[in-house]
Structure formats: C-alpha cells, structure tokens
C-alpha cells in the first residue's frame, strides 16, 4: 500500500468526496485529486493539514505505512476495555 493508497483510505473511511477533504486539510482545489490519479508527490501542504484535521491518523503511519509503537499500545488497551466492558455486560 502506498501513501496514495492510504490517503485515499482516510477518504473511504471519512466517507468524504476527494473536494471536501481539499477543503477540510486546506489544500488547492484538486491539489489531491491530482496527486491521487497521477501518483505523484504529496505536497508538505496535504500533509500537514491531514495531520492538522486528522489526527487518528499519525504521520508514520501515512508515510510509512507502519503504526508507531504507542499506536500499537493504544490498539492492544482498546482492545483490552472493550472484553472488559463485554464481560461487565454479562454479568449485569
């Protein structure tokens, strides 16, 4: 997967069109829209704002493709609360 592949993916997930995430982030019109059908290089500007606006999306993980560290610790205790809150379920 590739960073395209990635920003497209926080599109899909926000359940955004590629111009309402330019406007959200504070790109140029089609300044992604581009960046998306061409391949080519993600300007600082898309980064940033994603960064800015998006922010359960790390960096690392949008440049990389790889969760940091404190990501993963963060996943694995979500993870953790929510079979406790099942079991606490149960028991009521």
């Known amino acids: 997967m590739e960073i395209h ?3 497209r993916l926080i599109i899909d997930e926000k359940d ?3 111009s309402k995430f330019e406007r959200i982030i504070g790109s140029g019109q089609n300044a992604v829209s581009t960046c998306l059908r061409r391949h080519s290089s993600v300007s600082h500007e898309v980064l940033l704002g ?3 606006n998006f922010p359960e999306y790390s960096l690392d993980w949008l440049l990389t493709g790889k969760k940091s560290e404190n990501e993963e610790i963060v996943i694995r ?3 953790i609360i929510l ?3 099942n079991e606490l379920n149960k028991i009521k």
């Open 5 to 7: 592949d990635r920003i």
């Open 77 to 79: 205790m979500k993870d």
């Open 16 to 18: 955004l069109s590629i």
């Open 50 to 52: 994603v960064a800015k």
């Open 83 to 85: 079979e406790l809150e």
